[in-house]
């Protein structure tokens, strides 16, 4: 409290001085005073946190109860809010508050005069927010009929399909659910996209935008992002291409010839994922020594009678080793961690902010094993920043630049899968790898981390295409499959034309959540980890026992200290400025991931050129060939 009563009295001292000469020259200056300023948007974020606590009380209604009642519930209050924010930006813009001395004023102004959707007729604000909500509804709900009993149609994606995505090698089976969740969640959107399309680009014109992609490309407050985005693409793809040759490589040895292509795209239904961003479910196919068997940290678990709570309680108690904020008491009494059977819910896992009285909470249909538990503490990673940012005016209550927001937990899970956490959790009993296990260890990170890149780029540079329309619209089904090809070097197990329509079958689409902050989260979080171990004195270059992908911050008070003063500054200040203060650098840089990955880059370069593993994929034949020309970067 005392430290808020000198920083207000230092401040009107300061802004006493500022106006001195200005208040001397002249009476009816039409600047406002700072001072007014400064209470306009106290009291304007008070209001706009109260408009978010309701979105968001009503979002997470819908959210844990999908009916068409809670979707309009939704929507209306979405709808009304949107009328306040567009009437606050078009104050705020009329305006000179962008022009005053303070700041702290002039980024308050710059963020609050960014109306999004806001900008549309109420009419047509409506019809997108039902485009959306309708996608997300028929996401959640889909459900695909099983292979071995086709006239049970009850199975959803999680876990049922997941399940088989993971266990299943019989590639006929593979095809099967592939096709039935593409055909359900995605192609029957079509529709709605077209007119998401539409009035996104309508919304963004409105907000002097070229086009909707533009619009999300300005969140990075950088006008080179989309350069700097190509040209780490560009960096990591040789790494990548090493990945895909060796993995297409054992794939076409344990399936034959008739299933894999020597040298083309991998079908993508063989990866152990439904849209294969990772592909390490299925790592037991191409795991480099196979005579060094990974742990079966799921079986220990079950082992141990871990329960979801358990896996919560071990990301909690992480944060709070470092120093970090504990989950409130309301965090354990409103989550909804596990799938209810009562009811239809989205269980695509989300983190939850409800901007009053630390209210935070997590959706997620939680299962005991590493995948959820690498989720759990993504989830936290947003949790933690919400805690740390609280304190902040409600516009400020997020990330600087949105990739650093998806990076939080990441680095966290990463001491966290280290050998040396897992041993000391007593989850595996061999803390130290010897040089085959590790190679090992790096090879199914990266078929997470690394094989995502391609992946997470597409997504979003699909997407500009579609809103910049270099894409006509009868090729938005085509283009994505050339896309997904031309980056990441996989097509879909069958032929697809049209008549389909495949983007909607990955949730984000569906929700307008923009994609690129996963791309930029996979290569910042290696910069953060870099930062963090160099603080808790786990990691210092060029000491092979104190490499990157051994180091687990645990207990690190300084490595929390960090990282808290990094997400307590919230949007206050441009990305690089907190960057920099938290790792010395001032720019998105791959060199920390590829260090980290390093090993196996060089050992993949020597095995795939003592097996003559071809490298490199041509286009796909999975698509019309009439469909529109290359995207290179
Ligand atoms: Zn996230």
């Known amino acids: 409290m005392e430290k808020i009563q000198i920083i207000w009295v230092l401040s009107l001292l300061l802004v006493f001085l500022a106006r001195l000469p200005d208040g001397l020259a002249t009476d009816n200056s039409c600047s406002v005073s700072t001072l007014d300023a400064r209470r306009f948007f106290e009291r304007e974020n008070e209001l706009l946190r109260q408009r978010y606590h309701e979105e968001y009380l009503a979002s997470y209604t819908y959210n844990t109860n999908v009916t ?78 099983s292979y071995t009993n086709r006239s049970d149609c009850s199975l959803t994606l999680e876990p049922h399909i997941q399940e088989r995505l993971s266990n299943s090698r019989d590639p006929a089976e593979l095809a099967w659910y592939w096709r039935e969740w593409y055909d359900k969640a995605g192609t029957s959107q079509k529709d709605n996209f077209a007119e998401y399309v539409r009035l996104t680009r309508k919304a963004a014109h409105l907000n002097d935008h070229r086009s909707y992609a533009d619009y999300w490309v300005q969140f990075y407050e950088d006008a080179d992002f989309e350069r700097q985005l190509d040209a780490s693409f560009k960096q990591l793809l040789p790494f990548y291409r090493q990945i895909h040759g060796y993995v297409r490589y ?70 709070q080793s470092l120093g970090m904020r504990a989950l409130p008491p309301s965090f354990w009494n409103l989550s909804l961690i596990t799938r209810p059977d009562d009811r239809q819910v989205v269980c695509h896992a989300s983190a939850w902010d409800f901007y009053q009285d630390s209210d935070v909470r997590i959706k997620m249909c939680t299962e005991v094993d590493m995948h959820y538990f690498f989720v759990v503490h993504h989830e936290l990673g947003h949790i933690q920043y919400y805690l740390q940012y609280e304190q902040q005016p409600a516009v400020f209550r997020g990330a600087p630049n949105p990739g650093f927001h998806e990076a939080v937990g990441d680095v966290i899970a990463l001491s966290v899968m280290s050998a040396k956490h897992l041993k000391s959790i007593g989850l595996t009993d061999n803390g130290r790898l010897d040089e085959k296990s590790r190679i090992n260890e790096l090879f199914k990170q990266a078929l997470s981390k690394i094989v995502f890149l391609p992946f997470g780029y597409t997504m979003d540079k699909y997407r500009y295409a579609v809103f910049r329309n270099e894409i006509e619209e009868p090729q938005w089904n085509c283009g994505f499959w050339q896309m997904r090809s031309e980056y990441g070097g996989v097509e879909p197990p069958v032929s697809r034309t049209d008549k389909d329509f495949d983007p909607p079958a990955k949730y984000h689409i569906d929700a307008d959540v923009e994609y690129l902050r996963y791309f930029a989260a996979h290569i910042f979080q290696f910069q953060f980890h870099k930062a963090l171990c160099s603080l808790a004195g786990q990691y210092a270059p060029n000491d092979s026992r104190r490499t990157l992908d051994n180091c687990d911050i645990f207990g690190s008070k300084e490595a929390g200290r960090a990282l808290s003063k990094f997400l307590s500054h919230g949007s206050s200040r441009h990305w690089k400025e907190v960057l920099q203060e938290f790792t010395g650098e001032t720019e998105m840089d791959t060199s920390a991931l590829l260090e980290y990955f390093d090993p196996l880059y060089q050992w993949l370069k020597q095995e795939n050129s003592r097996l003559g593993v071809p490298l490199g994929w041509g286009e796909t034949n999975k698509i019309p060939t009439d469909c529109c020309g290359q995207f290179s970067t």
């Open 68 to 145: 068409d009642d809670n979707r309009q519930a939704m929507i209306a209050v979405y709808a009304r809010n949107a009328v306040q924010n567009k009437q606050l930006a078009q104050k705020i813009k009329s305006s000179d508050y962008h022009l005053s001395e303070d700041a702290d004023i002039r980024r308050q102004a710059l963020h609050l005069s960014k109306m999004g959707a806001s900008a549309l007729n109420t009419e047509d604000y409506l019809a997108l927010q039902n485009a959306i909500s309708s996608m997300q509804s028929n996401y959640a709900t889909t459900n695909v009929c």
């Open 250 to 319: 054992r794939l076409r040895q344990h399936y034959g010839e008739d299933v894999v292509p020597a040298e083309g795209n991998i079908p993508m239904h063989l990866l152990g994922n439904m849209w294969a961003q990772s592909w390490n479910e299925v790592i037991d196919l191409f795991t480099p020594y196979p005579e060094k068997p990974f742990v079966d940290v799921k079986a220990e678990m079950v082992q141990q009678n871990y329960t979801v709570q358990k896996l919560f309680e071990l990301g909690d108690q992480f944060f």
